[in-house]
């Protein structure tokens, strides 16, 4: 019952920023955790970070300092700001939605996606 469409993607520059929104849709947002992912060609897909229905933030350590992730739930979304953005961010960045309000951030264990939003860095 949750849909998810991510925007925002785009070419930047290493050492650029970029901010990309995860609108959603459907009952109990507030509740779902949510999570942003990636993948690259040839790369497994990867939890980036992940907001819990409480607001607690997890990273993976490549990001961390860097990107933060935040929800607006009165607007139905999920932010990723993305500072200091390298080539090796390059990927095609995914929402998904957990039904529960903490999550393992497991790609497995997450139950609705969104269709992506590719992020390209430039060196």
């Known amino acids: 019952q949750v849909q998810l469409v991510e925007s925002g993607g785009g070419l930047v520059q290493a050492g650029g920023s970029l901010r990309l929104s995860c609108v959603a849709s459907?009952?109990?947002?507030?509740?779902?955790?949510i999570g942003w992912y990636r993948q690259a060609p040839g790369k497994q897909r990867e939890l980036v970070a992940g907001?819990?229905?409480?607001?607690?933030?997890n990273y993976a350590d490549s990001v961390k300092g860097r990107f933060t992730i935040s929800r607006d739930d009165a607007k139905n979304t999920v932010y990723l700001q993305m500072n200091t953005l390298k080539p090796e961010d390059t990927a095609l960045y995914y929402c998904?939605?957990?039904?529960?309000?903490?999550?393992?951030?497991?790609?497995?264990?997450?139950?609705?996606w969104g269709k992506g939003t590719l992020v390209t860095v430039s060196s």
């Open positions: 998904a939605a957990d039904r529960r309000t903490i999550s393992r951030w497991e790609v497995s264990g997450m139950d609705y």
């Open positions: 459907g009952s109990a947002f507030s509740l779902n955790a």
């Open positions: 907001i819990s229905g409480g607001g607690t933030a």
